[in-house]
């Protein structure tokens, strides 16, 4: 699930004592939609954080200090963590659910990080940055013009050689398979006297997931609907190379497999 606000208020279903509704539109600005997110899909704690970070420093062989963009920081365990190992780190999101909580995180770790409420596309920054981090980060609820813009402006953002990792979320296009032949995907979880109920389903380059969230203590029923485009491999290249990036290294992992064009997760591009 994961730019809008559309939600609408909490509505009443069937007679008096019947279950309110309420329906969200789901995209990364919608603070109920990052709620959802933060329950049933909880971000990573500190430890596991500080061992992405170490495969991070690992592949790519980074010395602090450095000038780092983390971009789509979310709740800031990445910028935490690096500024911990004195990185001096700019984190940007579009969440203020997130950003609120990372910059809680920072002050309890007695850290400075720059936390910004900003889009990529919105950076003004030139030449400023050793890297641009963009972990597990989406792309599919941007507009055509946006995704151009967001990878442009990462680019501009990084001092000449400097190098821009992401680590690719979201619904992939893999070749030979039609995105709208497979069968829906069905799921349900219960937490706490709240069920949780998905179907996910590929139509025309897009995934769209429709979760139904019943909460039996509070008596309401919230209906999450997410359309987020589908990426394939040479597609997410073709991008990086349009922004202006040198060099695109593909991987399927933190360990340096290549990338196929069935299996890619993480890009390392220099500027």
């Not at 006297?193 to 019943?214: A, H, K, M, T, W």
């Not at 485009?229 to 990036?245: N, S, T």
Request: charged fraction near 30%; proline fraction near 4%; charge should be negative.
């Amino acid at each position: 699930m994961a730019g809008r606000r559309e939600g609408r208020a909490a509505e009443p279903l069937g007679g008096r004592n019947a279950m309110k509704r309420k329906v969200v539109h789901f995209t990364w600005e919608d603070e109920d939609a990052q709620e959802c997110f933060a329950e049933w899909c909880p971000f990573p704690n500190a430890n596991a954080s500080a061992q992405e970070v170490d495969r991070i420093e690992s592949l790519l062989g980074l010395v602090p200090p450095l000038d780092v963009l983390d971009v789509g920081c979310g709740t800031g365990r990445h910028a935490v963590e690096m500024a911990r190992r004195g990185y001096r780190v700019v984190g940007i999101d579009v969440a203020k659910r997130y950003l609120a909580q990372a910059r809680e995180a920072a002050q309890r770790a007695g850290v400075a990080v720059e936390f910004r409420l900003q889009r990529a596309s919105a950076l003004a920054e030139k030449d400023a940055f050793d890297l641009a981090l963009a972990y597990w980060h989406t792309i599919g609820f941007m507009e055509e013009v946006e995704i151009q813009k967001h990878f442009a402006c990462v680019h501009s953002a990084l001092r000449p050689g400097r190098l821009f990792l992401w680590a690719f979320q979201g619904p992939k296009l893999v070749p030979g398979r039609e995105s709208g032949a497979a069968a829906p995907v069905k799921d349900w979880a219960e937490k706490g006297g709240r069920f949780i109920l998905s179907e996910q389903r590929f139509r025309e380059g897009y995934r769209d997931e429709y979760c139904v969230v019943i909460d039996t203590n509070t008596g309401e029923v919230t209906e999450y609907q997410e359309h987020q485009r589908a990426f394939g491999y040479r597609e997410i290249v073709d991008y990086l190379r349009k922004a202006g990036f040198e060099s695109v290294e593909a991987y399927r992992d933190f360990d340096g497999t290549p990338a196929t064009e069935e299996e890619f997760s993480v890009f390392l591009c220099r500027k």
